[in-house]
């Protein structure tokens, strides 16, 4: 989903209110790099998403959630 932004990133933008502790914010923007606090909170909520999606992918992929034909040899053998 957080992969979508981009063309779509002024349609599905949304502003909200939250409620953080100044030093958390401090520590985020310092964190990302970010020089704004609005952009620093945002990074850290995809960076967030993306690795909690990317988890839960792999978990998927442990439990064989997925039919895939190749063995990981195959696959290596593959990109030579």
Do not use: H
Not at 7 to 26: G, H, K, P, Y
Not at 31 to 43: L, N, R
Not at 59 to 77: I, S
């Amino acid at each position: 989903m957080v992969a979508l932004m981009g063309i779509f990133d002024e349609i599905c933008r949304m502003r909200i209110t939250i409620d953080l502790e100044e030093s958390v914010i401090a520590d985020l923007v310092r964190i990302t790099g970010e020089s704004k606090k609005s952009p620093a909170i945002a990074k850290a909520v995809v960076e967030f998403v993306n690795r909690r999606e990317a988890r839960e992918f792999g978990r998927l992929m442990r439990e064989g959630a997925f039919d895939y034909p190749f063995t990981n040899d195959e696959v290596e053998a593959l990109d030579r």
